[in-house]
């Protein structure tokens, strides 16, 4: 029978250690930290060999006393908690009293440190768990703390550090989540003796995100700052087409602290669904502040997870600000021949957006009195046949002829003080505003000045006011379709059409089971399905934009869909690619010819409906070209 022991100190300290110190940069979170919460207001880093062989940490924070420096090194000793209540509401970054200690058991440490009130400080050498000294030393107010060869006592664990330049890699993510976090503070990182970052204090968020991504990233990133319900959100978010093929560019930190969250993952996915590609990852900072006894941070070793007192507020907070955010921005894609697809280039600041918003919600009023659009249009029959397609087209004129995009900018030319919308190509910058003198807006810069004209019967290109787009039809009209689907369905349902013989399609038991369970969802996108004998199912009704199509194959397409995925799937999201599957089958081809009339209607709608900017799968539905953008490949400037 296996003999049960107590273990001996030393063991259960390096177990213990082994939580919290994992490799340098563990070492070099730990530190820091500790130098936030002693209240520094510069942190300067410096390790070598990724930090396997030193790591110092120098701080201007409040230091600590000679007595001090030998209780820090104790485990469980700390100055952050005093009772047990203290951990359900923690302020500071670190409170289990653990790391010193820890540090102490696996390497060669040594602290220096002086309070402010003391003319002279005091020094501890720790090795292996051994305090070596502890005396008076001269050093300026504040802490150092050295240390040196990681692991040195600990054969198993030096054996699983990495190559100095991987560990080191950690080490700068590990220094760039805590200066991101703490903008007042400034920071310093010196690798190899080598400076890397000289952070000074920065007054906003954006700047120290500047400080560690590129200027054009920070710079384009769209920004909110909300409080509701006690949670302040603070977040910066790269417009979708700066989204990357990994997840690393979405940091979130509560309350100072980096941490990991599902549930805000997912809301970050979910705000951005329809407008990036679905395999890769938006670029969002998010900073939330909350009271500290609405979270518990005492649930992971490392504080990297927390639990949410209300993780549903959390989410549905994060989402709403992210999708607000996301509809008031300005999306469309630059084209560059040079680089490929670039975000819109900088300095459309949030008012920028803010004012191009509202006077497009101002033109869309004005178009809507004009030109009576009604949504159901959409839905009338024969959609995809061209030569019915016409009389079904969204927002055909329904006073008979007059193309709508006439109307359209009709209806804007009172905020155009009488200038002709033609621009000066000598001033491609200047708003029809500027040349009228006294209109308060200056025309969006992608206002179309004119009809598109039709390539390839695919693509329509048109000149707007500050160069040229070029329009998927396909993808656009898929866009207008579906958001259009997504108005009818938030006030009743889809519009359906009764088929004359109902069709019938076999299906296997457990997607029998699925009429039970969806069948409210069919209902609200009008399709009307029953039990048909022990295997099939009948097809009485379908949403009227679907009847021309391949109405059996349409249902199949779900019923594999919803059996592979739909029991885990929120409601939303199924609705989602219903509407959107139903959009794409419904919406003019590649290939289709169009009339002017279409062609307009079409243009016209791209601002009349949300994230116009992407089809309701992430495709780019439209790319522009600056009249700047050609001057520079010309070679005119
Ligand atoms: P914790 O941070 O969880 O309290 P640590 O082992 O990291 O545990 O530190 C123990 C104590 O040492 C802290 O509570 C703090 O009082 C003191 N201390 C550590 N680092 C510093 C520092 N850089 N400046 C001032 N005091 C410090
Ligand atoms: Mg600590």
């Given amino acids: 029978m296996p003999q049960i022991r107590v273990l001996p100190d030393i063991l259960v300290k390096k177990i213990a250690a082994g939580e919290v110190i994992e490799r340098p940069a563990s070492v070099v979170k730990e530190l820091m930290e500790n130098a936030v919460d002693a209240g520094a207001t510069r942190i300067e880093v410096a390790v070598e060999q990724g930090g396997g062989s030193l790591i110092r940490v120098a701080d201007d924070g409040c230091g600590m006393s000679a007595d001090d ?5 104790t485990s469980h000793a700390t100055s952050k908690l ?6 359900f509401h923690i302020e500071t970054l670190g409170f289990r009293g653990e790391a010193l200690a820890s540090v102490g058991s696996v390497a060669r440490l040594r602290m220096l440190s002086r309070p402010r009130n003391l003319d002279e400080g005091a020094e501890i050498v720790v090795e292996a768990e051994e305090v070596h000294a502890n ?12 240390v040196r060869d990681l692991f040195f006592n600990v054969p198993a664990r030096r054996k699983f550090l990495r190559a100095a330049g991987t560990e080191y890699g950690h080490v700068h993510t590990q220094f760039a989540r805590i200066a991101l976090a703490h903008p007042h503070i400034a920071f310093d990182l010196k690798n190899n003796g080598r400076s890397v970052h000289q952070l000074s204090p ?9 400080g560690f ?14 409080e509701e319900a006690g949670l302040r959100l603070e977040g910066y978010a790269a417009p979708p087409a700066d989204a990357r093929s990994s997840t690393n560019w979405q940091l979130t930190f509560l309350n100072g602290r980096y941490i990991r969250d599902k549930n805000i993952q997912h809301a970050i996915r979910e705000s951005f669904r329809g407008l990036i590609d679905p395999h890769r990852h938006p670029v969002v900072f998010l900073f939330l502040t909350i009271d500290s006894q609405a979270v518990d941070v005492n649930v992971h070793p490392t504080k990297i997870e927390v639990r949410w007192q209300d993780a549903r507020l959390v989410h549905s907070q ?6 607000e955010t996301l509809q008031r921005a300005e999306l469309t894609p630059a084209l560059s021949t040079q680089r490929g697809f670039e975000p819109r280039p900088a300095g459309g600041g949030v008012s920028d957006m803010e004012s191009r918003r509202s006077l497009m919600s101002g033109i869309a009023e004005e178009f809507k009195q004009t030109q009576p659009i009604q949504p159901d249009l959409a839905f009338g029959p024969g959609i995809r046949g061209s030569g019915e397609r016409s009389a079904s087209w969204p927002g055909r004129s329904t006073g008979g002829g007059g193309a709508n995009l006439e109307a359209w900018r009709e209806a804007y030319r009172p905020v155009d003080s009488g200038g002709d919308v033609a621009h000066d190509s000598g001033d491609a910058d200047a708003g029809i505003a500027d040349a009228g003198g006294e209109a308060a807006v200056a025309l969006p810069s992608d206002f179309p000045l004119r009809g598109a004209i039709q390539l390839h019967n695919t693509y329509l290109v048109c000149e707007t ?10 993808a656009l009209h898929e866009r207008v379709l579906f958001e259009q689907f997504k108005q009818r369905i938030a006030s009743g349902k889809l519009e359906s059409q009764r088929l004359l013989l109902p069709e019938s399609l076999h299906v296997s038991e457990s997607q029998l089971a699925l009429l039970d369970t969806f069948g409210e969802l069919f209902e609200r996108v009008g399709l009307e399905i029953a039990r048909f004998g022990a295997d099939s199912v009948a097809i009485h009704a379908v949403p009227t934009v679907l009847k021309e199509g391949d109405v059996v194959g349409a249902v199949r397409d779900l019923f594999d869909r919803l059996e592979q995925t739909g029991q885990d799937e929120p409601t939303e999201t199924i609705l989602y690619d219903l509407l959107s599957m139903m959009a794409c089958k419904a919406a003019v081809k590649a290939g289709d010819a169009l009339t002017r009339e279409e062609i307009d209607a079409l243009i016209a709608h791209r601002d009349m409906v949300e994230k116009s900017s992407n089809c309701p799968h992430g495709r780019p539905t439209t790319l522009r070209l600056t009249v700047k953008d050609l001057e520079r490949q010309f070679k005119r400037t």
């Fill in 202 to 210: 920065a007054d906003s968020r954006r700047a120290r995100l500047g």
């Fill in 213 to 226: 991504y590129s200027r054009e990233l920070a710079e384009g990133l769209l920004e909110f700052d909300r």
């Fill in 318 to 323: 994060v989402l709403s600000a992210l999708r």
């Fill in 69 to 73: 420096l030998r209780l820090a090194v």
């Fill in 135 to 146: 005396r008076a030393a001269g050093c300026p107010v504040g802490t150092v703390v050295e």
């Fill in 82 to 87: 005093v009772n047990e209540d203290d951990l």
């Fill in 465 to 474: 006011n500050d160069g040229m787009m070029i329009i998927d039809q396909h």
